[in-house]
């Protein structure tokens, strides 16, 4: 349903624009566009399931192209945005093989990102009006 | 598995559907599901060696 006001409101914002603005702050393409209440969701809880994966000692994996799994990984991880980078700047992520809580805190980490690149693609479905 | 299931069911809710109402429904269902197949698991890999 693409002719809310919020939708013809936006219009001229390039697609592209928002998409960056939601992969880099989540939820913040779809504030952009207006739908705040989605906008706060996708803000609060892609971010604390990262921040939770991190206090579970999860990893955040290197871009090894010789290791595919690692590297698939670490592209997840990326899609998080400003959080992976916030993380990696602070030397955070470094992960605790032998912790109890390493997987499920790779877990989370993973799923969090993950999650957010459906935000992006939804706020993409959004902005081009096909939402 | 509780504080996993209700991250992705809550986004996928708010994904998925544009009503409050409709989010709480299916975000209820999800979760649900979730931990539902998950303790079935558990329990169906309990006997398998490691």
Known sequence: MPATAAGRAQA?????LICLAAWIVPGAGHLWLGRRQKGLVFL??????????LWLE???FPFEPSQPLVALAALADLGIGLPYLLARALGAGAGRVVALTYE????FVIVAGLLN???VLDAFDTATGRK | MLIFSLGVSVV?????RDEPRDQLRLGARLFAGFVGVGLLMGWLLYPLPL
């Open chain 1, 58 to 60: 999860g990893r955040l």
């Open chain 1, 44 to 53: 609060l809880v892609p971010t604390l399931m990262f921040a939770f994966g």
């Open chain 1, 117 to 119: 690149v459906l935000v």
């Open chain 1, 104 to 107: 499920y805190g790779n877990t």
């Open chain 1, 12 to 16: 001229p914002v390039s697609p592209l």
């Open chain 2, 12 to 16: 996928f809710a708010v994904l998925m």
